[in-house]
């Protein structure tokens, strides 16, 4: 050992996963997975409720560990969605409604009822 150097160095290992890739819904797309494109819907859905940010990275981080669990590294938006929609159903119901209104393209009134009243059973 070198008495002239006192520096010390450390290495950290980290697991490198093989890339997720998403099939958009409508198009049959194929796309690498974007945390960013998650989380930014997830923050639209909250904007102005009284949600910590540490929910919300929690939430993005669930919903990327299961979709990562998928053995053949594809996901369809569709199971993206229904896995937000599960957790925000949990987190906050206003956030849900919006995200859900978004997901299942509401036309009218009629479709925010229908759903409003299915919140109100739980």
Same mark, same amino acid.
């Given at each position: ?7 010390? %160095? ?21 796309? =690498? ?15 102005? =409720? ?7 990275? =929690? ?8 979709? *990562? ?13 229904? *896995?937000? *929609? =599960? ?18 393209? %509401?036309?009218?009134?009629?479709? %925010? ?5 299915? *919140?109100?059973?739980?």
């Amino acid at each position: 050992m070198n008495a002239s150097c006192l520096a010390r %160095f450390t290495t950290f290992e980290t697991i490198e996963r093989a890339p997720l890739w998403v099939i958009k819904r409508r198009t049959g797309e194929r796309e =690498r997975y974007d945390a960013n494109k998650l989380r930014s819907g997830v923050e639209k859905a909250l904007e102005k =409720r009284a949600v910590p940010v540490e929910a919300i990275d =929690r939430l993005v981080a669930e919903v990327e560990n299961e979709a *990562l669990s998928n053995a053949d590294r594809e996901v369809s938006t569709e199971t993206l969605g229904i *896995l937000v *929609l =599960r957790r925000l159903r949990a987190l906050d119901k206003v956030a849900y409604l919006r995200f859900l209104s978004v997901y299942k393209q %509401f036309c009218d009134l009629q479709d %925010f009822d229908t759903e409003i009243r299915e *919140l109100m059973k739980d």
